[in-house]
């Protein structure tokens, strides 16, 4: 009863949050680029959930989800350059990148901690070189350019896509909620609580992580495949190892195995990182102001948001090491028992 | 009758280290054995063999299949073994800390539920009714043990002695013919332990289990099992009834020195 409850719940609000930004959207209250912002958010969002899952849940530290959401993107990109329908491309490239997890994982999570973070770390970076390499297939260094988009009409993309990327996020939160809460879910816990002891109560600690670990990859591609045609270009410097990090703070900050943490530091982390880009020159501006200088600013924003992202990570682990939520979870039944 | 378990002629090297030394033990149905030894004999290493965390560099552990053979299941991975019908509890308690009680337990029966994971994702009708059958049947085997009112509780924490007795519940709950207690009585006081020998004998006779145990109390050992085997330096040095082995000078050798048996 308390899950059907919960997940009458969650299509609720989830419905009535998407009606509410669709008619903010149609009434242009939310204009086109803060639609964009929010639909990078919602494809953060996805790929911290597929690291949480890996990493948060089954306490496998991976740190190539770049990768990942790479050839997700590449996959759906050169489908849809080839004339793919937009359904197929999507759930192909999602697939290709499932079964690239899969491949990886088979040798890979035989390693345990930081041995498979850095063998994730350089998949990630391999990944990146060969698309720069294979550039008859990928555009090479230059981009993979003219992805056909959401729409036809380039000036509704964004509308388009938030049409496509909100309904996934959710079914991704509903899938990962779903998984951790069931038995499946519980033993992939007691991986990240005691191999040892997980291994001595029958779970198949190897197979449960390989599927943990090619959920993880199915679900970062899967955001990446709705990343070619919501941006429309793709570049292999987008999808280097400061990108996974990335990732990895957004989960660590909002609590390593909490998935609304994760939800609530994607957006907030996504708006922030936004911010940093565009403000950086009014910022720099007045800083340098402050201390006397001329306007026109010395000081450069844009690389210092990896030093602010740092900062915070820093301040975290000495005030709350465990995340903004731990392993808790914002339960919207606690929410509304106080209504009834 | 034929052995329920049987290990022979087992042995383990480590590098240059032969830790444990044809070691030979037969279990029947039923039976309670307790496995002694000084500190540093074997005995954890010989549970690691019969779990499969170890595997033996020699020798043979046959596990009766309850269809009239046998199968060896020396080297096989732990939870395959697992699954067999060996379960263990830990000398160093291994519970699933930030887990709750009743999720610990439910872990060891995961590879009993009947739902597979594209059920579980979309929540098909399987789903929902497996779950609230592993939650009665958990609450269930709670409540015999009495910490049902703390089935929401973080396994963490739970006091001492029932952080013990949740390792013991855990392992049953993957349905065993064989229980293997890892030093179930250790950092228990002289009250807890007389409780958790009542707790063993009662487990043996309700689940009809075969139980082997490593212990340092002598007044659990001697108090509760049937038949000992005792281990020093990985070697099997006297086996038989509890009462000819607190008599056995060999045993009392290897526990108190050489003055002791003359003295």
């Given at each position: 009863m308390r899950i059907l409850k919960n997940l009458a719940l969650l299509a609720g609000l989830g419905g009535a949050l998407f009606a509410v930004l669709l008619v903010l959207i149609s009434t242009g209250i939310i204009d086109d680029y803060s639609l964009q912002i929010l639909c990078t958010a919602g494809l953060n969002i996805m790929v911290a959930l597929s690291l949480n899952l890996i990493s948060?849940?089954?306490?496998q530290l991976a740190l190539g989800h770049a990768g990942f959401l790479a050839v997700g993107a590449y996959s759906t990109g050169i489908l849809l350059i080839a004339h793919v329908p937009l359904p197929l491309a999507i759930l192909g490239g999602a697939l290709i990148t499932a079964l690239l997890g899969f491949l990886i994982g088979f040798?890979?999570?035989?390693l345990r901690g930081d041995y498979l973070a850095i063998v994730t770390l350089g998949v990630g970076e391999i990944i990146r070189v060969l698309i720069i390499n294979l550039g008859d297939l990928t555009g090479g260094a230059s981009g993979l350019r003219n992805i056909p988009g959401f729409a036809h009409n380039i000036m509704v993309n964004n509308p388009a896509a938030f049409l496509w990327i909100f309904p996934a996020m959710f079914l991704v939160v509903a899938l990962v909620a779903n998984l951790i809460q069931s038995s499946q879910g519980r033993a992939l816990i007691s991986i990240r609580e005691d191999e040892v002891a997980s291994q001595a109560m029958g779970v198949n600690i190897f197979g449960m992580k390989l599927m943990s670990f090619t959920v993880s990859a199915f679900i970062a591609g899967l955001a990446g495949a709705l990343y070619a045609p919501f941006i429309g270009y793709l570049a292999p410097g987008g999808f280097d190892f400061l990108r996974s990090v990335f990732f990895v703070i957004i989960v660590v900050l909002g609590g390593m195995g909490s998935l609304t943490g994760t939800i609530l530091s994607g957006v907030g982390l996504t708006f922030l990182q936004e911010a940093l880009r565009t403000n950086a020159k009014d910022w720099s501006q007045s800083v340098a102001s402050l201390f006397?200088?001329?306007?026109?600013?010395?000081?450069?924003?844009v690389p210092m948001s990896q030093v602010l992202f740092g900062a915070i990570l820093v301040i975290l682990m000495i005030f709350r090491p465990e995340g903004l939520l731990g392993t808790k979870e914002l339960r919207l039944t606690k929410l509304f028992r106080g209504a009834k | 009758m034929t052995p329920l378990l049987s290990a022979k002629h087992l042995s383990i090297q480590f590098g240059g280290l032969r830790a444990v030394h044809d070691f030979n033990l037969d279990l029947s149905t039923g039976e309670l054995v307790g496995l002694i030894g000084p500190n540093g004999a074997g005995k954890t290493t010989v549970f690691n063999m019969l779990t499969g965390v170890y595997e033996p560099t020699e020798g043979t552990i046959e596990l009766d299949n309850g269809r009239g053979g046998v199968e060896n299941i020396a080297g096989l991975p732990p939870h395959k073994i697992t699954r067999r019908g060996l379960a263990r509890t830990f000398q160093n308690i291994r519970l699933f800390k930030s887990m709750t009680v009743w999720e610990n337990v439910a872990v060891a029966r995961h590879f009993l539920v009947p739902y597979n994971l594209p059920q579980a994702l979309l929540r098909l009708p399987p789903f929902g009714k497996a779950e609230a059958d592993i939650r009665r049947e958990i609450q269930d085997l709670l409540t015999i043990f009495k910490i049902d009112g703390k089935?929401?509780?973080?396994?963490?924490?739970?006091?001492y002695g029932e952080q013990r007795k949740l390792e013991i519940v855990r392992a049953l709950a993957s349905k065993p013919s064989v229980l293997l207690l890892d030093e179930p009585a250790a950092g228990m006081n002289p009250q807890e332990t007389l409780e958790l020998m009542d707790l063993i004998r009662f487990v043996k006779d309700e689940y009809k289990l075969t139980v082997l145990l490593i212990e340092h109390d002598m007044n659990l050992v001697m108090g509760i099992c049937e038949r000992l085997v005792v281990l020093d330096y990985g070697r099997t040095i006297a086996a038989g009834l509890p009462a000819a082995i607190r008599a056995n000078p060999v045993v009392i050798k290897a526990y108190l020195g050489e003055d002791a048996v003359h003295a």
């Amino acid at each position: 009863m308390r899950i059907l409850k919960n997940l009458a719940l969650l299509a609720g609000l989830g419905g009535a949050l998407f009606a509410v930004l669709l008619v903010l959207i149609s009434t242009g209250i939310i204009d086109d680029y803060s639609l964009q912002i929010l639909c990078t958010a919602g494809l953060n969002i996805m790929v911290a959930l597929s690291l949480n899952l890996i990493s948060g849940f089954t306490g496998q530290l991976a740190l190539g989800h770049a990768g990942f959401l790479a050839v997700g993107a590449y996959s759906t990109g050169i489908l849809l350059i080839a004339h793919v329908p937009l359904p197929l491309a999507i759930l192909g490239g999602a697939l290709i990148t499932a079964l690239l997890g899969f491949l990886i994982g088979f040798p890979a999570l035989r390693l345990r901690g930081d041995y498979l973070a850095i063998v994730t770390l350089g998949v990630g970076e391999i990944i990146r070189v060969l698309i720069i390499n294979l550039g008859d297939l990928t555009g090479g260094a230059s981009g993979l350019r003219n992805i056909p988009g959401f729409a036809h009409n380039i000036m509704v993309n964004n509308p388009a896509a938030f049409l496509w990327i909100f309904p996934a996020m959710f079914l991704v939160v509903a899938l990962v909620a779903n998984l951790i809460q069931s038995s499946q879910g519980r033993a992939l816990i007691s991986i990240r609580e005691d191999e040892v002891a997980s291994q001595a109560m029958g779970v198949n600690i190897f197979g449960m992580k390989l599927m943990s670990f090619t959920v993880s990859a199915f679900i970062a591609g899967l955001a990446g495949a709705l990343y070619a045609p919501f941006i429309g270009y793709l570049a292999p410097g987008g999808f280097d190892f400061l990108r996974s990090v990335f990732f990895v703070i957004i989960v660590v900050l909002g609590g390593m195995g909490s998935l609304t943490g994760t939800i609530l530091s994607g957006v907030g982390l996504t708006f922030l990182q936004e911010a940093l880009r565009t403000n950086a020159k009014d910022w720099s501006q007045s800083v340098a102001s402050l201390f006397g200088n001329a306007p026109g600013g010395t000081i450069d924003f844009v690389p210092m948001s990896q030093v602010l992202f740092g900062a915070i990570l820093v301040i975290l682990m000495i005030f709350r090491p465990e995340g903004l939520l731990g392993t808790k979870e914002l339960r919207l039944t606690k929410l509304f028992r106080g209504a009834k | 009758m034929t052995p329920l378990l049987s290990a022979k002629h087992l042995s383990i090297q480590f590098g240059g280290l032969r830790a444990v030394h044809d070691f030979n033990l037969d279990l029947s149905t039923g039976e309670l054995v307790g496995l002694i030894g000084p500190n540093g004999a074997g005995k954890t290493t010989v549970f690691n063999m019969l779990t499969g965390v170890y595997e033996p560099t020699e020798g043979t552990i046959e596990l009766d299949n309850g269809r009239g053979g046998v199968e060896n299941i020396a080297g096989l991975p732990p939870h395959k073994i697992t699954r067999r019908g060996l379960a263990r509890t830990f000398q160093n308690i291994r519970l699933f800390k930030s887990m709750t009680v009743w999720e610990n337990v439910a872990v060891a029966r995961h590879f009993l539920v009947p739902y597979n994971l594209p059920q579980a994702l979309l929540r098909l009708p399987p789903f929902g009714k497996a779950e609230a059958d592993i939650r009665r049947e958990i609450q269930d085997l709670l409540t015999i043990f009495k910490i049902d009112g703390k089935a929401e509780w973080r396994a963490a924490n739970l006091p001492y002695g029932e952080q013990r007795k949740l390792e013991i519940v855990r392992a049953l709950a993957s349905k065993p013919s064989v229980l293997l207690l890892d030093e179930p009585a250790a950092g228990m006081n002289p009250q807890e332990t007389l409780e958790l020998m009542d707790l063993i004998r009662f487990v043996k006779d309700e689940y009809k289990l075969t139980v082997l145990l490593i212990e340092h109390d002598m007044n659990l050992v001697m108090g509760i099992c049937e038949r000992l085997v005792v281990l020093d330096y990985g070697r099997t040095i006297a086996a038989g009834l509890p009462a000819a082995i607190r008599a056995n000078p060999v045993v009392i050798k290897a526990y108190l020195g050489e003055d002791a048996v003359h003295a």
